[in-house]
């Protein structure tokens, strides 16, 4: 069993920066893949960035384009999600997610943090 806290939400100015965490009980961390995916009013929850367990491969989703970074600390048990030239369009609750193995669909995770908050104003 692994339970997940994200952190970090709140608003945040286009163009700016925000860093969102995801920690995570348990001491198998390192075993698990990890993946933030967002949700926007409206609209359905889709895939942001994901990592392996050892942080060595990482995946994003086309519309991050070099603005957001996922890296992990293993020996903290902690998941993050740097974004930059935040975008109004960003605006969504920001989730964790831990897998078997790196992917980009949800099914494909077991564990899910209770989400983050995060609003850009234009």
């Known amino acids: 069993q692994v339970q997940l806290v994200e952190s970090g939400g709140g608003l945040v100015q286009a163009g700016g920066s925000q860093r969102l965490s995801c920690a995570a009980s348990?001491?198998?961390?390192?075993?698990?893949?990890m993946g933030w995916f967002r949700q926007a009013p409206g609209k359905e929850r889709e895939f942001v960035a994901s990592?392996?367990?050892?942080?060595?491969?990482?995946y994003y989703a086309t519309f991050v384009k070099g603005r957001f970074t996922i890296s992990r600390d293993n020996a903290k048990n902690t998941v993050y999600l740097q974004m930059k030239s935040l975008k109004s369009e960003d605006t969504a609750v920001y989730y964790c997610?831990?897998?078997?193995?790196?992917?980009?669909?949800?099914?494909?995770?077991?564990?899910w943090g209770q989400g983050t908050q995060v609003t850009v104003s234009s």
């Open positions: 348990g001491r198998t961390f390192s075993s698990y893949a």
């Open positions: 990592i392996s367990g050892s942080g060595h491969s990482a």
């Open positions: 997610a831990a897998g078997p193995s790196v992917a980009r669909g949800q099914r494909s995770y077991d564990y």
